[in-house]
């Protein structure tokens, strides 16, 4: 008995959105589905069109959902590093990628459990007119979720399958 292949092996691979209009606060501006790393990489070199500074943004998910994986091809994109020079910010807390007309902030909020160690990263300082604050764990604090531009939603479907929500304020 021959198994069959996923459907999406059979269907070509392209970086569509789903355009949805809805009226709740936050807007569904793209959603797709990657099956590989490679593909969440691609993806996310298609936000920088969105992502243009000064922006803050919130990236959700659980660990291991691919959230620096995006970052490699946001990076990528705005040409302020090399997809292999991105990596997890969990113990510096704060990666720093100058671009020649962005720079980028990838902070990892994991470890930070009060607003008072918050307070000792001087995240307001990274703020500029060329900056991009890439917040993951932001959601632990209400004053992120509030002022976030745009929010990046990425759930583990299977082993290598990502579902990404990008959304709007």
Request: charge should be negative; aromatic fraction near 8%.
């Given at each position: 008995?021959s198994?069959?292949a996923?459907?999406?092996?059979h269907?070509?691979?392209?970086?569509?959105?789903?355009?949805?209009?809805?009226?709740s606060?936050s807007?569904?501006?793209?959603e797709?589905?990657?099956?590989?790393?490679?593909?969440?990489?691609?993806?996310?070199?298609?936000?920088?069109?969105?992502l243009?500074p000064p922006?803050?943004?919130?990236?959700?998910g659980d660990?291991?959902?691919g959230?620096?994986?995006?970052?490699k091809?946001?990076?990528?994109?705005?040409?302020a590093?090399?997809?292999?020079?991105?990596?997890?910010?969990t113990?510096?807390l704060?990666?720093?990628y100058?671009?020649?007309?962005?720079n980028?902030?990838?902070?990892?909020?994991?470890r930070?459990?009060t607003?008072?160690e918050?307070?000792t990263?001087?995240l307001?300082?990274?703020?500029?007119s060329?900056?991009?604050?890439?917040?993951?764990w932001g959601?632990?604090?209400?004053?992120?979720?509030r002022?976030r531009?745009?929010?990046?939603?990425?759930?583990?479907?299977?082993e290598?399958?990502?579902?990404?929500?990008?959304?709007?304020?």
């Amino acid at each position: 008995m021959s198994e069959q292949a996923p459907p999406h092996l059979h269907q070509p691979r392209t970086y569509t959105a789903c355009v949805r209009n809805e009226t709740s606060a936050s807007q569904t501006l793209r959603e797709i589905t990657t099956y590989s790393a490679e593909e969440t990489i691609a993806f996310g070199r298609t936000l920088a069109e969105w992502l243009a500074p000064p922006k803050l943004v919130l990236l959700r998910g659980d660990l291991g959902a691919g959230k620096t994986t995006l970052v490699k091809g946001i990076a990528a994109a705005f040409r302020a590093a090399e997809e292999d020079d991105v990596t997890s910010p969990t113990f510096t807390l704060v990666h720093e990628y100058r671009g020649p007309r962005v720079n980028l902030f990838h902070i990892d909020l994991y470890r930070i459990d009060t607003p008072r160690e918050l307070d000792t990263l001087a995240l307001d300082d990274l703020r500029s007119s060329d900056s991009i604050l890439l917040v993951e764990w932001g959601e632990k604090f209400p004053r992120f979720v509030r002022e976030r531009d745009v929010e990046i939603v990425l759930e583990r479907v299977g082993e290598n399958e990502r579902r990404i929500q990008v959304k709007s304020r």
